[in-house]
């Protein structure tokens, strides 16, 4: 079973400086994908090799027509999605500390002075503007970083949408099957002696997990996009 409470750490604390969408994006790898892929994937699957039988004796020929059949395992692969989805945030979350802690550094020599350009730049600054950027910028960086976290920010949306689209390309390209998991799968590789059958455990339930996972990387990519309009509107 795998641990994700660093990753479940990492997330909450990005939802904190993250647009309305941005937080619904975390809450739909928590909980969409995370919580599900654990509680539910990784038991769908646990059988995926000992309940992979063939009609044949053949030394060999079961195991080579099974990784044939599954070249990647489909929870390890949707695992270093979740990971692989979650790094550009990750990055971008980190780089935001370093810099909080460094402007909070910098406020104790001059305070007088960063508070007198922070009333400016309330008195212009746009009330829109200010309330989006107060969700996604700390408050110590509005005056210094703004415009380089923000598009840092819009470069993390726009990696995690390709690293999303990698993920659907790989999982429609890896397996021979690309929508439904069949009953049956007719192998014939070396060492088998001719065409065998090998069967295929739950291959209803399996067949809806996978579709289920093209669903969830199609709607996370929409709230990408949907964040990028949002902050654009």
Not at 182 to 187: D, G, H, K
């Amino acid at each position: 079973v795998m641990s994700w409470k660093y990753l479940d750490d990492v997330l909450l604390r990005l939802s904190k400086n993250s647009t309305l969408l941005g937080k619904y994006w975390i809450a739909t790898v928590l909980l969409l994908r995370l919580v599900v892929l654990t509680v539910f994937g990784e038991s769908v699957w646990s059988d995926e090799q000992r309940e992979f039988t063939c009609n044949t004796k053949q030394p060999g020929c079961e195991n080579v027509c099974f990784n044939t059949f599954a070249p990647v395992s489909n929870v390890r692969m949707w695992g270093l999605q979740i990971l692989a989805v979650s790094v550009p945030g990750a990055l971008y979350f980190v780089y935001v500390m370093h810099v909080v802690s460094v402007s909070n550094e910098n406020d104790k020599v001059k305070t007088s002075d960063l508070s007198t350009a922070a009333n400016e730049r309330v008195r212009t600054a746009n009330k829109r503007w200010k309330v989006l950027t107060n969700h996604v910028i700390p408050s110590e960086l509005h005056k210094t970083r703004g415009q380089c976290i923000w598009r840092l920010y819009l470069l993390q949306i726009f990696s995690r949408m390709l690293i999303e689209c990698v993920f659907i390309m790989l999982q429609y390209t890896v397996y021979f099957y690309r929508w439904t998991v069949p009953q049956v799968f007719r192998c014939q590789v070396w060492p088998c002696p001719h065409t065998v059958d090998c069967f295929i455990s739950r291959p209803q339930e399996k067949t809806v997990f996978f579709r289920y996972m093209y669903v969830i990387s199609a709607f996370s990519i929409l709230l990408s996009i949907g964040e990028l309009l949002y902050i654009g509107w």
